[in-house]
């Protein structure tokens, strides 16, 4: 029993060895590349950067590092440092309030507590507090003012919102109050003993919206399809869609919506309940409070598990378990939904049309978390990233259902159930204005969002959604918490780079995607890209041979040099490499399985399929 355990850990530590010497390395590069590229990226030879984090992604591997001074992290002095998987650089992040940093105390003398009780204060905070955070950081405000500020988050039951409070940490001064939750559109002026529980997993139905009753019903709104206060009719109940839940939780015989992605709360005012009940089958009508827990739920679940298993991308709340909570009625019962960073959690309003029916805010919010999520908990909102790429996850899901034709208005509509209407204008993804580096980080983002997403959907016409999901969720994956519309546009495009010969990527989609983003007015660098999954280049050059080869494949060329050649699955994953010259010219590909595979000469365009028996 010794002996294997001693090798359980001696293989453990092995493992752990490799994977740490392997990023190690890749973070030493990084180091340089931050060193060596501080004129493009806004910082200094004396400025100190602390790795944080490292991702493995589709296209490669991102790695962040977090500025600090004196051990004190400055805000929003994130860099992510983007590597293919060939181990080379190809996107980096800008650092702006780097430029802006002067001299400052990092020793506190306003203590931690008092700051605390300030900013409830501040804040206006009432009611039970359901999350906090009081951290030291250095700060630049508006005025450039560099300062050593606690800030602190607080979320509470009766003040809905996500609120941040920096305080002077040496004056004690409030130097800023902001609601930092991320919401759909613009805001408007205005212990008991338990008993045990055994927890199940359990299969149910429901009714939902999907994605909105006008798109299921290819009405306008008006007549039998308005709010008239949550009231139902027989056309709103005939334009529910019946659906399985595959993944609920049945607790001691009580079902409640619970999967292990997404979990109902109530952490908002008005309270509602969490809607648990002794069946499986959560039949509700719209005038039902139940209905939009349901219908927020099955679109969230639903999200999750295309990310996470279609998509093959890791993608889930730090908090929690990775299940992301929501309030299906939230926010005092508001006309409006936000996405809280701190907490990591989704409220919903429910002025005019209860937000959580519509399946364009559900998703538009969800797309705040997964921006979020997917940098890192670094996430931007400068110029209207956020709020765009909140518009184009939810525009990518309602547009696949294919309810509207191409030439009709409700095609390019943001919010067709909930916007659109006497409540309020909604948004478009067809937005006529181009991209300009004059567009405000903080004014308009929601406006300006449209932009961001109006390009993507056009990228989504040509190439489809799964590839556009991809490269999204990819690009934003290498952006930071100050990056802009111009910096995620790169990334975008690099990250499709990046995935030429896998996933069914090629360079006509590079080509596709770089001709969107610049008509959108994005700047884009020059590019090289060379085509793995085309079979075939250039037969002159070279002679691949016996095909259907067994044991050896023998490739015949004009041969100037050592050349490596690699040997990849149709699919784009390389599974051979070697060097090859004119003395040794064999490939042994006994090892390989049985198919169809490509021989690619590095460095040069050609490309020859051949097959393995």
Known sequence: MNLKINFLVASFALTFSTMYGQTNALESKAQDWISKNSNKIGTTSQ??????????????????????????????GDIAVHFNKQGEVTFGTEVPVSKKLKQVNTTPTYSKTDAFD?????????????????????????????????????????????????????????????????YHKDKPKKKNKEKPTVEMKAAGTAYIFNPDPLSVAHVAYGGDYVDNNDATNASLDAARSLVALPDITLTNGTYSLKSKYVQVADFESPATGLFSQASPNFLFNRNEQGFEAVNAFYHLDRSMAYINETLGIDCKSTLNGGVLLFDPHGLAGDDNSHFIPSSQRLAFGEGCVDDAEDADVVLHEFGHAVHYWI???????????????????????????????????????????DGHNECWAGRVTNYATKY??????????????????????RIYNRIGKEKTDRIFLEGLSMTNSSSNQQTAAVAVRQSAIDMVGTYGFTCAD??????????????????????????????????????????????????????????????????????????????????????VYLLRIKGTDVVQKFIKN
């Open 47 to 76: 400025d100190h950067f602390e790795f944080k984090s490292s991702r493995k992604s589709l296209s490669g591997e991102t790695l962040r590092f977090q500025q600090e001074i004196n051990g004190v992290p400055v805000y929003e």
């Open 118 to 182: 300030k900013a409830k204060v501040a804040a206006k905070i009432a009611g039970e507090i359901t999350y906090q955070e009081n951290n030291l950081y250095v700060f630049v405000t508006e005025d450039n003012q560099t300062k050593l500020v606690h800030r602190v988050i607080i979320n509470a039951y009766d003040t809905p919102g996500d609120w941040e409070i920096m305080v002077d940490a040496h004056s004690g001064e409030v130097l800023r109050v902001l609601d930092i939750a991320n």
């Open 375 to 417: 940098t890192g908990n670094k996430s931007s909102s400068a110029q209207g990233l956020g709020e765009g790429s909140g518009d184009y996850w939810a525009m990518s899901y309602s547009r696949s259902l294919n309810q509207w034709a191409s030439n009709e208005p409700q095609y390019n509509w943001m919010f067709s159930w």
């Open 436 to 457: 300009t580096s004059s567009i405000s980080n903080t004014a308009n983002i929601h406006r300006d969002g449209q932009i961001w997403a109006t390009s993507l959907m």
């Open 510 to 595: 590079v080509a596709v995607i770089t001709e969107e983003l610049t008509t959108s007015g994005y700047t884009l660098p020059t590019y090289q890209c060379a085509d793995l999954a085309v079979a075939d280049i250039n037969k002159n050059q070279v002679s691949v041979y016996p095909n259907p080869a067994t044991e050896n494949l023998t490739v015949s060329m004009d041969f100037r040099k050592t050349e490596t050649a690699e040997i990849y699955t149709l699919e784009g994953r390389k599974v051979s490499e070697s060097n090859i010259n004119a003395n040794n010219n064999v490939i042994n590909v006994s090892k390989l399985g049985k198919g």
